[in-house]
């Protein structure tokens, strides 16, 4: 049966994750070939040459890395002998089988190359030997010369030629001492086993050099463990790294035939109790865990970049005799890290848990409840990101309140009274109870942003430039809208007075004409309307808004920074009526508009009427001019001042007044919600 290599190489699958990967199997190719050599450990060496291309089509001009045309990897090791050479024609050969080669190393070399072209020189039979071949898919295995040699010397050096794949080409601009991370990671397993040889790599572009074993240098072995899972065996090998650059995670590193298969797992992404760096001896370090079984030997993929091994366990119907999976091998091998370190779990159990008090205190009041609830606050997944926090919080929440919801409406449904169901239905209220407590808390955190933006509002920035009028004007509600366009939550009434949250219609910034039967332009700030049915239920809707009315309330906002006075430019002999009453006459005096369709809004003498006129400063001489002509002072510091025959009831305050009377009535929300 003849496979063509061309075949072969079509079912390799490499991906942008796999760019070193070629070079890599050539390097532990080499590793495998000292391993089978006589030579004294400390005389067995590998060098890795990097031959740069061109820069990456899209690149950082900072950096300027070019890409990797070829690689070049040369060792002492026994080199292409006769059986070797044998091995390297026959795919999927066994001849090193017990070093862990499968015989598709080296198509997945030409997965990513044009060609590899090897020159051995080796000892066989006494004699120096030299061969010089070269593997392509176009030609296979070209055999260029097989002869004597005049050397004495161990040597063999094989290149990668031009890289073609255009995802691995583009991926491939990395820093000499990136690529030399990714070999000490690969082969650090040979070093845990005392079999790594020296190992340096250059980089011809930039003439740097990088030791692979001065990386193991840093390298602490920690710990070697054994765990099983499903009767399978498994060993790790726990290093530790002083924490240094930019390096941020723990990792472990899934091994099979002796090298690490595919890219290194985050830790904190199935155990977030190690998000953060190990501490020893006042010094911080990272971990990498290699996990080394017979079963990950079996399950490998041939061309070692991956595991045929589900990611999560199936159905736990049918778990003992489902495949084992990543999921549980996690959750057997953290179990392990926990009991090593389980001061260090300690401790970033407790971290985690400030965490989460810290952001339901300061961003998430609604949650308030939990914080007397350790068993809660224990079950949610340590050191998360808030997104995921606010998540399990309100999953939490969610599942609470609908479980405390449907024991209270079955005890009213099923009308079972009796001691247990009264002493069950007392602990489900005091819980609903907490719950509604976290929602108002949340509510009234809205609140208290909107008074501190209010207060920013009315102070001059530091060019001595106040906030528009309209800014204000919006804050409280949105101008040129009626209630018809706004939702309640998207106005700010409350600022106000509360009452007004309630009224029926409200009127922001129109002209009266488009809200009522009156032809007339004017606009007021704010025009809020009650009904019968409002005035004598001040909690309650009414049942309509339109018709005759039974209140009507108007507000007139003048701009922060811009004192009462300035309307006469200087002079104070003016009333503060004079700017708002005339809202009130078009409604009561102007004739109606001819073919009105909307809805009618009525308004006569007798219908309260309210109006409040808010300014940013009241000059003294305005203020005494006022005061003689009948505005009253009251206790709180604002004017007011009643027109009986018009049943009209005026009011007079500042912006800061405003601010300091909306703050005092939320102060004992504030005080037992936020302290």
Known sequence: ???????????????????????????????????????????????????????????????????????????????????????????????????????????????????????????????????????????????????????????????????????????????????????????????????????????????????????????????????????????????????????????????????????PKNIKNFNSLFNYPISRNGSLYFLDVYVVSEYLNRKSFSTRNGFNIPKEKENLLFANSSPLSFQEIEENLTKVLEDEYNEFVKKSRERSQEEIKSYIKEKAPRYRSFLKKPEVLNSIPPNLSEDKLEEHLYKISYTARKKVENHIDKFINEKQVNEETINQIKDDIKEKTAYDVDSLADYMTRRRAIIELFEKFLDADENGNYKLEEDVHNLIFPMGLTSNDVVYENHNLWLLDERFLNYKFIASDKSITSYSQKKSRKEADLVMIDNPQMFENPIGFGDKNSGEINSMVIFEFKRPGEVAHQKRKGNYRWEFSDLIEPYFDEFLYQQDKKNYKGNQVIVTKNTPKFGFIIVDVLPTNLKQFNEDKGWEKTPFGTYFKIIPKLNLNLEVMTFRKLLEVSRERHNAFFNKLFN
């Open 1 to 263: 049966m003849i496979v063509p290599a061309e075949n072969i190489v079509e079912t390799v699958d490499l991906t942008a994750d796999d760019v070193l990967l070629p070079m890599l199997e050539c390097v532990v190719n080499s590793i495998i070939s000292l391993q089978q050599s006589s030579l004294p450990a400390n005389e067995k060496e590998i060098q890795i040459k990097i031959i740069r291309g061109a820069l990456p089509s899209q690149t950082n001009l900072l950096d300027s890395v070019k890409t990797i045309d070829s690689f070049v990897i040369t060792d002492n090791g026994i080199g292409f002998t006769d059986k070797n050479y044998r091995s390297f024609e026959t795919p999927f050969s066994q001849a090193n089988k017990e070093f862990g080669c499968k015989g598709i190393g080296r198509f997945t070399v030409l997965a990513a190359f044009e060609s590899l072209k090897v020159e051995s020189n080796y000892l066989e039979n006494q004699v120096w030997k030299y061969r010089e071949f070269e593997f392509n898919t176009k030609d296979e295995v070209n055999l260029i010369t097989s002869e004597k040699s005049e050397e004495d010397v161990f040597k063999t050096k094989v290149r990668l030629d031009n890289c073609f794949n255009e995802v691995i080409r583009q991926k491939s601009a990395l820093k000499i001492e990136d690529i030399a991370e990714s070999v000490m990671q690969h082969c650090l397993i040979y070093y845990l086993n005392d079999s790594l040889p020296k190992i340096m790599i250059y980089d011809e572009e930039s003439s740097r050099a990088e030791s692979i074993n001065d990386l193991y240098a840093k390298v602490s072995k920690e710990k070697e463990r054994n765990f099983e899972v499903k009767k399978q065996q498994f060993k790790i090998y726990i290093t530790k790294t002083p924490k240094e650059g930019n390096r941020k995670n723990n990792y472990v590193h899934y091994c099979a035939n002796s090298r690490v298969v595919g890219n």
